[in-house]
């Protein structure tokens, strides 16, 4: 429990290092994650996750979007897994497609879990040219009681992704960071806590700076 | 640490469940912190309580020059095991071999994970082992060999007990946590 302190701290740093950028947004973002495993070491993902901002430059509340997706996924090793899928995206006035393909490796450590994900995705929108985005995450889960996340333990998690994407004749880079604090409830069910923070358009403009309070529920089947 | 171990082969299949908890060296029975002190590694040990379906045990984890060392006590803080990591060229050669061979003989296609070497018997026997004292008879070594492997098109983590000459003894198979929150 003593590692809660230094993580209070990061949480935090990371809410006043979004609050102190000019152009920022902060809101809400949570996430419904269901996965049920098939024979043959396939397994089917399936999430909602919606968005609602509060904030942006004073308090402003508004609705931006709910994704949908379902991915399905195959084991080619035992740490290492395919996986491909579809997103809908749907906004107050449009709705969009993507296609979803990623590559996840994930090791095993004494007191911690470290992932690597290697991802693509393209999004299609009526007369809008194709998105193309290739992304990379590194996650670490570390556990705050034990060697690993047992039932009725709290976890730390730390995302660092980084995503190159292009459009027509436009590219973009985005920075991501998330810091969660999360719970095993069951072997099969977890819930996180946390902070994920956005930057992109630092490259041709002035950056953007995005701050979402997340709550992420995961449930395995 | 929850690890699920289903016993395989021909003994009836059985769950194991064993929870780690990180417990405070005051809370350990002297016994076991007696045998620790014995073995006076001089770097930082971690202790851990076990708690599996049929008993409860004490842990101690230290690793001392690059080598990974981990003792294993009952509830009462009498000494079960002291494990220790090794590389496939630290085991005896003829020993890897027959290991090996036994391990191609069950699976199309393996890797080995991790090695380590059980020294249990009698206390005073594996003390004077590891400390490098005039041998004690009693002292008993097995090898404890994690590997990665498909089988019947999943792929799985195994822990493999094999005898001091490298003859098969049983195995369990691990039951992974999830790993979706890191996935997606």
Same mark, same amino acid.
């Given at each position: 429990?003593?590692?809660?302190?230094? $993580?209070? $701290?990061? @949480?935090? =740093?990371?809410?006043?290092? !979004?609050?102190?950028?000019? =152009?920022?947004?902060? !809101?809400?973002?949570?996430?419904?994650?269901?996965?049920?495993?098939?024979?043959?070491?396939?397994?089917?993902?399936?999430?909602?996750?919606?968005?609602? #901002?509060?904030?942006?430059?004073?308090?402003?509340?508004?609705?931006?979007?709910?994704?949908?997706? @379902? /991915?399905?996924?195959?084991? /080619?090793? @035992?740490?290492?897994?395919?996986?491909?899928?579809?997103?809908?995206?749907?906004?107050?006035?449009?709705?969009?497609?993507?296609?979803?393909? #990623?590559? =996840?490796?994930?090791?095993?450590?004494?007191?911690?879990?470290?992932?690597?994900?290697?991802?693509?995705?393209?999004?299609? #929108?009526?007369?809008?040219?194709?998105?193309?985005?290739?992304?990379?995450?590194?996650?670490?889960?570390?556990?705050?009681? !034990?060697?690993?996340?047992?039932?009725?333990?709290?976890?730390?998690?730390?995302?660092?992704?980084?995503?190159?994407?292009?459009?027509?004749?436009?590219?973009?880079?985005?920075?991501?960071?998330?810091?969660?604090?999360?719970?095993?409830?069951?072997?099969?069910?977890?819930?996180?806590?946390?902070?994920?923070?956005?930057?992109?358009?630092?490259?041709?403009?002035?950056?953007?700076?995005?701050?979402?309070?997340?709550?992420?529920?995961?449930?395995?089947? | 640490?929850?690890?699920?171990?289903?016993?395989?082969?021909?003994?009836?299949?059985?769950?194991?469940?064993?929870?780690?908890?990180?417990?405070?060296?005051?809370?350990?029975?002297?016994?076991?912190?007696?045998?620790?002190?014995?073995?006076?590694?001089?770097?930082? *040990?971690?202790?851990?309580?076990?708690?599996?379906?049929?008993?409860?045990? &004490?842990?101690?984890?230290?690793?001392?020059?690059?080598?990974?060392?981990?003792?294993? &006590?009952?509830?009462?803080?009498?000494?079960?095991?002291?494990?220790?990591?090794?590389?496939?060229?630290?085991?005896?050669?003829?020993?890897?071999?027959?290991?090996?061979?036994?391990?191609?003989?069950?699976? %199309?296609?393996?890797? *080995?994970?991790?090695?380590?070497?059980?020294?249990?018997?009698?206390?005073?026997?594996?003390?004077? &082992?590891?400390?490098?004292?005039?041998? *004690?008879?009693?002292?008993? *070594? %097995?090898?404890?060999?994690?590997?990665?492997?498909?089988?019947?098109?999943?792929?799985?983590? &195994?822990?493999?007990?094999?005898?001091?000459?490298?003859?098969?003894?049983?195995?369990?198979?691990?039951?992974?946590?999830?790993?979706?929150?890191?996935?997606?």
């Amino acid at each position: 429990m003593k590692r809660f302190f230094p $993580i209070s $701290i990061l @949480l935090l =740093t990371l809410a006043f290092a !979004g609050m102190s950028q000019n =152009t920022v947004q902060m !809101g809400l973002l949570p996430s419904l994650n269901v996965s049920k495993k098939l024979p043959k070491d396939w397994s089917l993902h399936a999430k909602a996750e919606s968005r609602q #901002q509060l904030y942006r430059g004073d308090f402003d509340y508004a609705y931006l979007n709910t994704d949908m997706s @379902l /991915i399905a996924g195959s084991k /080619i090793s @035992l740490n290492t897994s395919l996986a491909a899928g579809y997103l809908v995206r749907v906004e107050p006035d449009a709705v969009s497609h993507r296609a979803i393909q #990623q590559l =996840t490796i994930v090791n095993r450590y004494a007191g911690f879990r470290l992932s690597h994900r290697f991802s693509a995705d393209q999004t299609f #929108q009526r007369d809008e040219a194709t998105e193309f985005r290739f992304r990379y995450r590194i996650s670490s889960e570390f556990a705050l009681q !034990g060697q690993s996340v047992d039932p009725g333990e709290y976890f730390f998690k730390l995302n660092n992704e980084y995503l190159y994407s292009i459009q027509g004749k436009a590219d973009d880079v985005e920075i991501r960071l998330g810091a969660f604090v999360g719970y095993s409830l069951k072997p099969e069910t977890k819930i996180e806590l946390g902070i994920d923070y956005r930057v992109d358009s630092f490259i041709n403009s002035s950056s953007r700076h995005r701050l979402w309070f997340a709550v992420n529920f995961y449930q395995n089947f | 640490m929850l690890v699920v171990f289903f016993v395989m082969g021909s003994v009836a299949a059985q769950n194991k469940y064993e929870k780690e908890v990180r417990v405070s060296e005051s809370e350990v029975p002297p016994n076991a912190r007696n045998f620790v002190e014995k073995l006076n590694l001089g770097s930082k *040990i971690k202790w851990y309580q076990e708690f599996g379906t049929d008993k409860i045990s &004490f842990e101690a984890k230290t690793k001392k020059d690059e080598t990974r060392y981990s003792m294993e &006590f009952s509830g009462e803080g009498l000494f079960e095991d002291v494990e220790i990591g090794a590389k496939p060229h630290d085991v005896p050669q003829e020993v890897m071999k027959k290991m090996r061979d036994y391990l191609n003989d069950t699976f %199309h296609k393996y890797a *080995i994970d991790k090695i380590q070497v059980q020294y249990s018997g009698s206390e005073e026997a594996v003390l004077a &082992f590891l400390k490098k004292e005039p041998a *004690i008879s009693g002292l008993v *070594i %097995h090898y404890e060999v994690v590997v990665s492997a498909k089988e019947d098109g999943n792929y799985s983590l &195994f822990e493999f007990l094999f005898d001091a000459g490298g003859g098969f003894i049983q195995r369990y198979k691990i039951v992974l946590q999830n790993t979706e929150n890191l996935e997606y």
